[in-house]
């Protein structure tokens, strides 16, 4: 584990099973110094492995900032031909509360003609179904992973100025799952660039004081 985003590994009890590196830690965990990864390796050849092979199934990938670019003009000739109706950016943070099956039931709801553009772990809820695609171009769109969220906002700065229109009047909607700071700094961020209509949730932050919610409320809707 290299980013900040591991969790107790001792509720899944795997905590002898992982082991940190760089900035990242925790207590009771092994924790690998330097570029020598053989203590790692050794436990993996001593372990039993799985005890059965999954069936493959392909997930498509790579939509990173320039593939989505150059997707702009196809996304504004299946709006304008009216077989694309909305796009809906559904992804952030995952957590392992129950109430984030929220953001697989809200994929799985998403009408036919409607595209789901993804990121961060969060997508991890619902990535692996079968979304199917509309004229070639997949309905569920991967974009990445949580830094990846500037690619998700160039192309809405890009659909918005090719359409000669502002992002709040894009066909598009901003449903974030959030768990931990940079989740909370794209939300930031959003709301500096006057992002409207945000979902997020599935419990608002605990530093969302009530003089910051009615602030906010113009722009964000928290999913109780």
């Not at 591991?6 to 760089?22: E, H, N, Q, V």
């Not at 660039?193 to 809707?221: D, E, H, Q, Y």
Request: proline share 5%; charged share 20%.
């Amino acid at each position: 584990m290299t980013s900040n985003c591991i969790i107790d590994p001792t509720i899944g009890a795997y905590d002898d099973r992982i082991w940190t590196r760089s900035i990242v830690g925790w207590p009771g965990v092994n924790h690998l110094e330097g570029e020598d990864f053989s203590p790692v390796i050794a436990q993996a050849q001593q372990m039993a492995g799985f005890p059965y092979s999954e069936i493959p199934h392909l997930i498509t990938v790579g939509f990173g900032r320039q593939t989505l670019l150059g997707a702009a003009d196809t996304l504004i000739d299946l709006v304008s031909r009216e077989k694309l109706r909305h796009i809906f950016l559904v992804g952030g943070c995952d957590g392992a509360r129950g109430e984030r099956n929220y953001f697989t039931d809200f994929a799985t709801s998403v009408p036919d003609d409607c595209l789901i553009l993804t990121l961060a772990c969060g997508k991890y809820r619902f990535n692996k179904l079968d979304f199917g695609d509309i004229e070639g171009l997949p309905r569920l769109v991967d974009a990445g992973q949580c830094n990846d969220a500037y690619s998700a906002i160039i192309l809405a700065v890009t659909l918005a100025e090719k359409l000669g229109c502002g992002v709040n009047d894009l066909p598009l909607s901003l449903v974030l799952s959030w768990f931990e700071q940079k989740a909370i700094v794209i939300l930031l961020t959003l709301l500096s660039l006057g992002v409207k209509n945000i979902v997020t949730g599935p419990t608002a932050p605990g530093f969302f004081t009530r003089i910051c919610w009615r602030s906010s409320m113009r722009s964000l809707v928290c999913v109780p």
